[in-house]
């Protein structure tokens, strides 16, 4: 039997990604050089097809970055002269906050409990922030920013720059790009590639920001200064040698989404989700760790168990199905299981019938 990954990233390849990835290496694409031709045409098809899937508009900037994590580093230094606001939801949104403060930042943060959001009226950012940093889809803990809180959080503060960590949100999550400044994400979750490629979008306005700290004398980077990279990105070129491999499969994965549809998409989301969140909910051992129900991912599934979740997860290992752990602190007590455009609606009810059989 094939082995199924439903586990929250790395994940399970887009099903169109092996051939792809076949036709790469035939086309000589991982050998290509970055200067040339055919990496030019590569980029700009990724940026395009992006652009379109996520209905970003042309005046904001497709860059590649190695990871999401590099893109917490990058927005700092090119964003932020002073001070940072950041609303964690969990450890990968607090690590956010902790590279602010490594980068000398002042840092203003909103933590919450684990598995809840904060409402609108609690996030009050200080006068001197520069930026505002979200987390679209906290992975750690299965928690969904709404959509209307970061449209309420650009109309109170118009001024300040507003950041997006999209990381296992996008593309699923549709986002409204005017009530946001920049967006990022790695391509192992949702989109279902291999790790090793990040995605960071940003608008005129974080290019602004930027020089203008440079213009003060401000580090804001050395070959990944956001100047270079915009500058860079408008001919489609990148300042390094990227992974040519990962930025060609992304494109052509982005073309797949397309000619599929992403209404369809988000719909098989929404069917697997629900059928998910019925076996928990039926499940005598089993519980939603995000109590309520409007903030629960639908592309991350925590469960507490009653029982160690090893018992489980290696139980579906047996039968070469793989789901994720607790992240941290909650390795034995949570399970995490994905739901992204790759797993089939067919795939995601063997899973639940699985689940609901099982007892330990």
Request: aromatic share 8%; proline share 4%.
């Amino acid at each position: 039997m094939f082995e199924l990954f439903f586990t929250p990233g790395p994940s399970a390849l887009y099903f169109t990604a092996e051939e792809h990835i076949k036709t790469a290496l035939k086309k000589g694409v991982c050998s290509t050089s970055h200067r040339g031709q055919q990496f030019k045409d590569i980029y700009r098809e990724c940026q395009q097809n992006l652009k379109q899937l996520m209905d970003i508009p042309e005046d904001y900037h497709v860059l590649i970055t190695s990871s999401a994590n590099e893109a917490w580093e990058r927005i700092i230094e090119n964003c932020v002269e002073n001070e940072s606001y950041h609303v964690s939801m969990g450890a990968f949104s607090q690590r956010f906050a902790k590279i602010s403060t490594q980068l000398g930042r002042k840092v203003h943060e909103l933590v919450v409990e684990d598995g809840t959001v904060p409402d609108f009226d609690k996030i009050e950012v200080p006068r001197d922030v520069e930026l505002i940093t979200l987390c679209l889809n906290e992975s750690a803990c299965g928690t969904t920013m709404p959509l209307e809180t970061i449209n309420a959080i650009r109309q109170k503060y118009p001024d300040k720059l507003i950041a997006i960590d999209g990381v296992s949100g996008v593309p699923v999550i549709p986002i409204d790009f005017k009530s946001i400044d920049t967006l990022y994400f790695s391509v192992q979750k949702a989109f279902g590639l291999p790790a090793g490629l990040g995605i960071w979008i940003v608008n005129d306005r974080c290019l602004e920001k930027a020089m203008a700290l440079e213009a003060k004398g401000k580090m804001i980077g050395s070959y990944h200064r956001l100047p270079d990279m915009v500058e860079k990105a408008a001919v489609y070129q990148t300042a390094e040698t990227p992974n040519i491999l990962g930025i060609y499969t992304l494109a052509k994965v982005a073309a797949d989404m397309l000619e599929k549809g992403i209404l369809a998409i988000r719909r098989e989301i929404d069917y697997k989700s629900a059928i998910l969140n019925q076996v928990i909910e039926a499940h005598p051992q089993l519980h939603h760790f995000v109590a309520n129900e409007k903030h629960r991912s639908k592309t991350v599934k925590v469960i507490k168990s009653d029982f160690e979740s090893n018992l489980l997860i290696d139980h579906l290992k047996s039968k070469k199905i793989h789901i994720g752990s607790g992240y941290g602190a909650y390795k034995k007590e949570h399970i995490r299981i994905a739901n992204f455009p790759t797993h089939s609606k067919e795939q995601t009810e063997m899973l639940v019938d699985l689940i609901e059989a099982f007892r330990s």
